[in-house]
C-alpha cells in the first residue's frame, strides 16, 4: 500500500511497544499492587476526560482531516491559517463544556455516590486531565495530515504509557498518596501535549496565523466548515459517550471495584483493534482526498485494503487471546478476581473486531456528502447502549454490559454500511472477508471442543499446544490461500530484506 503500508507499519511498531509496556503495567503492576476500586478510579477518569475531550473539540480532529485539502497550500508553509483555527476551536469548546461539567457536579454526585464515592472526591481533576488530553489530540490530528504519524503516536502509545506506569509505581510504593497519583496522571498528558506541540512546530510546514483574506474570498467553504463543525458537536454528544457508557453504567450500578476488573478485560479486548489504529491515521487523509475528488475507485480501492487486512489481523489477535485466555488469567497476579470477566473479554473482543472492520466505512461516511446520517446513527446507537445496559447489567452483570456493547455496534455497523452501500455506492467488502470469518469461527470450534473433550491439566502446555496448532495453522491457511494480497507482499518483503 505504498507510504500507507510504511507510516502504518511504523506506527504499528510503535504502538505495539506500547502495547508491551501497557502490558506489563496492566499485568504485573496494576493487579499487583492496585486494588480493584483503585484501578477503577483511574479507568473512570480517564473515560471522562476523553467524554469531555470529545466534546471539547468541536469536531475539530475529524475537521482536521476532512478540510485541510481545500486550505492546503503547495508554494508555502502557512496552508492560508488553517493550524491557527485548530488551536482555536478546540480552546472555545472546552471553555463552554467545562463550564457545563461544573454545573453538572451534582446530579453526577447523586448517579455515583452510592456505589462510587471515591469518583466524586476527585471529579474536578477531569477537568485539566482533559485539557491536556485534548491538545495532545489536536497536535497529533495536525501531524497526521502531514504525514508525520510516526512521533505522535508514539508519545501517545509509549510516552503516555511509560508516565502512567511510573506513576502506578510511585503510587503502589506510597511514594505519592492517592492526591498526588491523579495529580501525576494530569502531568503524563500535559507531557505528552507539549511534546506534540513542539514536534508539530518544528517540522516546519505549519504557521499559526489566520488568514482572513483567504476567508472571506472563500465563504462558502467556511459556511461547509462551521456547518460540519456544529455537526460534529451534536454527533459527539451520541458517539463520543456511547463507547464510555460501560464503564459509566457499570461504576454507577456495580461499583468502582467492577469498574476495575471490568477495565482490565477491555483491555485485553482493546489489543484486537489497535492496528487499526495506526491504519487509520494515514488513511483518513487519503481517504477524505480520494471522496474530495469524488474518486469512487480510489475510495473503494483503499476501504476494501483497509477492511480486509483489518479483520484477518484482528481475527488472529482476537484468537491469540481467546486461546490463552486461561493462561492470562493464571499468571496474572490477583488472577481469581479478574478471572469473572473471562467472558466478557470474549463479548468484547468481538466488539473490538467488528469496530477494526467497519471502522473505515464510518470514516468514509464520515467525510463523504452524506456525512448528516451519522448523527442520526450515533443518536440510535447513544439510545441502544443505555437502554441494553440499564436492561442487561441489573440481570447479567459485567457480561450484561458486554453484551449491550456487541449488540449496540451490531446495530449501528449495519446502518452505516448500509448507507455507504446503499447511498455512497461503496462496498468495503469482498469475497476473501468471509473466508476470513469462516476460518475463526472454524478455530474457534476446534478450540471449544479441544478443552471440552481434551482437556491438558497442565495450563502452560495446554495454550502451548492449542497455539502451535490453531493458530499456527490459522496463519498458515491466510498466507497460503491469499487471504490478504498486502499483508502477504509486506511479509515476502520484510522476508527479502533480512535476508
Known amino acids: 500500500m505504498g507510504i500507507i503500508a510504511r507510516q502504518s507499519l511504523r506506527g504499528t511498531i510503535a504502538t505495539y511497544i506500547g502495547v508491551a ?17 483503585e484501578i477503577g478510579l483511574a479507568r473512570v477518569l480517564i473515560d471522562s476526560a476523553t467524554l469531555l475531550v470529545g466534546l471539547a473539540q468541536l469536531g475539530s480532529t475529524s475537521a482536521i482531516i476532512r478540510f485541510f485539502p481545500y486550505f492546503k497550500s503547495k508554494d508555502d508553509t502557512s496552508h492560508h491559517g488553517f493550524f491557527f483555527w485548530t488551536l482555536i476551536v478546540p480552546l472555545v469548546g472546552f471553555v463552554l463544556f467545562a463550564l457545563v461539567f461544573w454545573l453538572c457536579r451534582t446530579p453526577i454526585e447523586q ?10 472526591d476527585y471529579y474536578y481533576f477531569v477537568l485539566p486531565l482533559a485539557f491536556f488530553m485534548l ?24 510516552g503516555v504509557r511509560i508516565g502512567l506506569l511510573v506513576s502506578y509505581l510511585l503510587y503502589a510504593f506510597r511514594v505519592l498518596s492517592m492526591d498526588g497519583f491523579v495529580v501525576a496522571l ?50 459527539a454528544l451520541a458517539s463520543v459517550f456511547a463507547p464510555m457508557l460501560s464503564s459509566f453504567f457499570v461504576t454507577a450500578k456495580m461499583g468502582l471495584s467492577f469498574t476495575g476488573i471490568f477495565a482490565i478485560a477491555t483491555y485485553m479486548a482493546v489489543m484486537v483493534s489497535i492496528p487499526y489504529r495506526s491504519l487509520t491515521a494515514i488513511a483518513s487523509p487519503q481517504l477524505a482526498s480520494a471522496l474530495k475528488e469524488q474518486n469512487n475507485a480510489e475510495a473503494q480501492h483503499l476501504m476494501q485494503q483497509v477492511t480486509n487486512s483489518m479483520l484477518l489481523i484482528g481475527s488472529l489477535i482476537f484468537l491469540l487471546i481467546w486461546v ?27 466488539t473490538q473486531l467488528l469496530l477494526a472492520t467497519v471502522q473505515v466505512s464510518v470514516t468514509a461516511l464520515t467525510y463523504g456528502r452524506y456525512y448528516g446520517y451519522t448523527l442520526l446513527f450515533s443518536l440510535v446507537l447513544t439510545l441502544a447502549a443505555v437502554l441494553l445496559n440499564n436492561y442487561l447489567i441489573p440481570l447479567y452483570g459485567m457480561e450484561g454490559s458486554a453484551w449491550s456493547n456487541l449488540l449496540s455496534y451490531v446495530l449501528y455497523s449495519a446502518l452505516v454500511l448500509g448507507v455507504v452501500g446503499g447511498k455512497m455506492r461503496l462496498l468495503p467488502f469482498c469475497r ?26 497442565n495450563v502452560w502446555l495446554s495454550s502451548l499446544l492449542r497455539s502451535v496448532v490453531l493458530i499456527g495453522g490459522f496463519c ?22 533480512r535476508h
Open 432 to 457: 476473501t472477508e468471509g473466508r476470513t470469518l469462516g476460518l475463526m469461527t472454524f478455530v474457534l470450534v476446534i478450540n471449544f471442543l479441544w478443552t471440552r473433550f481434551l482437556p491438558v491439566d
Open 135 to 158: 491538545y495532545e489530540t489536536v497536535f497529533e490530528s495536525n501531524a497526521n495530515v502531514l504525514m508525520r504519524i510516526v512521533v505522535p503516536r508514539a508519545v501517545r502509545e509509549v
Open 111 to 120: 448517579w455515583f455516590g452510592e456505589k462510587s464515592p471515591l469518583f466524586v
Open 476 to 497: 498458515v491457511i491466510a498466507y497460503k490461500g491469499q487471504f490478504s494480497e498486502e499483508i502477504n507482499a509486506l511479509l515476502r518483503s520484510l522476508f527479502i530484506r
Open 186 to 235: 494530569c502531568v503524563t498528558y500535559a507531557t505528552a501535549s507539549l511534546i506534540n506541540i513542539v514536534y508539530v512546530c518544528r517540522i516546519g510546514k505549519i504557521r499559526f496565523r489566520p488568514d482572513m483574506p483567504f476567508l472571506q474570498a472563500n465563504l462558502p467553504l467556511v459556511k461547509s466548515y462551521v456547518r460540519y463543525m456544529v455537526f460534529l458537536v451534536l454527533s
Open 21 to 37: 509496556i501497557g502490558f506489563v503495567t496492566t499485568f504485573f503492576v496494576l493487579t499487583r499492587f492496585l486494588t480493584a476500586e
Open 324 to 350: 490463552n485466555i486461561d493462561l492470562i488469567f493464571h499468571i496474572l497476579p490477583n488472577g481469581e478476581t479478574y478471572a469473572v470477566a473471562r467472558q466478557t473479554v470474549f463479548l468484547l473482543g468481538l
